[in-house]
């Protein structure tokens, strides 16, 4: 449940392939695998067993006609071990689930009749008596213990436990996710194939606005050394993303990933100084590369 949880915790712009390539076991820790196995085993188990048994019963119900009709067949028909007397552990069965005799079933049977289906009034199975007494027995114990005494965590103190280590999940996963980039940690990339992503970027969905090079146009001119919002790379990153809807800038977060933001963020600061032809008249105030570098450092 924990590795879904953090699934759907994850940024909306998580490529899908990082959520989809784990396998549906994967998101299981290895205790939860284990149990998973356990109960598969547990079903097959109870599968092979119910039909084994009903063989069984077929085979005793021969076995009773045989030895009603001919008892000498019995031995060559390979039944003769199931109307042996009853071995110990069938007595312990029969104590344990109290059952009545087949023979002995016409001394139950109620007279309800279902169309056909008839009810017995059997006993309550001892085991079951047995397991119900204990479990009562067990109440006061786990009342005290769990709601009285200091021992035990409140279901409100396990939440807020469950939610500390969730997070505490969810933080670790990002971390190990290259597109965990936002304003705070983004650095100005200035490899090739970065660039060259954003530039493609850009041409496909900013140059409308803002100039094949961009030189501006309805947004403002990008190559120069005026910026409205700043023109860090964590500033130019954070405009991209958040936008400024009232002046016609979307925001990109919901159809970029973060990595594309700061390959195309990367890419504008890589125009700088172009002086693209006719450049759009400066707007906003100066930004200097100096200045940033000396409050980075
Ligand atoms: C629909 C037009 C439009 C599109 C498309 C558009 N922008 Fe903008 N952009 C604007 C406008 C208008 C502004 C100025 C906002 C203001 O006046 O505050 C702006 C401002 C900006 C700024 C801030 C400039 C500054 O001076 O601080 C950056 C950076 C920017 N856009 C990057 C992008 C990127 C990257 C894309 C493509 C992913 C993009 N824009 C797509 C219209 C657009």
Redesign the pocket.
């Given at each position: 449940m924990k590795g879904l949880s953090i699934n759907l915790l994850l940024d909306a712009t998580t490529p899908l392939a990082d959520v989809t390539a784990a396998g549906p076991l994967s998101g299981m820790s290895v205790l939860e695998q284990l149990l998973f196995s356990l109960i598969l085993i547990v079903i097959l188990g109870g599968g092979l067993a119910i039909i084994n048994l009903s063989s069984t019963m077929v085979r005793l119900q021969q076995a009773r006609l045989l030895a009603e009709t001919n008892p000498e067949l019995i031995k060559e028909a390979g039944l003769e071990n199931l109307i042996k007397p009853t071995p110990w552990w069938q007595e312990l069965y029969r104590r344990f689930t109290d059952t009545v005799p087949v023979e002995k079933e016409a001394d139950i049977m109620l007279d309800h009749n279902y169309d056909g289906v008839r009810e017995l009034d059997n006993n309550l199975p001892p085991w079951w008596k047995g397991v119900f007494y204990l479990s009562i027995a067990f109440a006061p114990f786990y009342l005290y213990f769990n709601h009285f005494s200091e021992n035990a965590a409140s279901s409100q103190e396990r939440y807020v436990m469950e939610m500390e280590e969730a997070e505490d999940e969810v933080k670790a996963f990002l971390a190990t996710q290259k597109n965990a980039i936002d304003e705070s940690n983004v650095t100005l990339l200035a490899d090739a194939d970065a660039l060259v992503n954003g530039g493609l970027?850009?041409k496909t969905?900013?140059a409308?606005?803002?100039g094949q090079a961009g030189e501006g146009g309805?947004?403002?001119n990008?190559t120069d050394a005026?910026?409205?919002?700043?023109?860090s790379i964590a500033?130019?990153f954070r405009?991209?993303k958040q936008?400024?809807p009232e002046?016609?800038?979307?925001a990109?977060k919901n159809d970029?990933r973060p990595r594309d933001?700061q390959e195309?963020?990367s890419f504008?600061k890589s125009m700088a100084g172009s002086n693209p032809p006719n450049g759009k008249e400066p707007?906003?105030e100066l930004y200097t590369e100096a200045a940033e570098d000396q409050a980075s450092k």
């Open positions: 970027i850009y969905k900013c409308v606005c803002h309805i947004g403002p990008l005026y910026w409205l919002h700043g023109g500033d130019v405009t991209i936008g400024v002046k016609g800038m979307i990109w970029l933001m195309v963020a504008i707007q906003g």
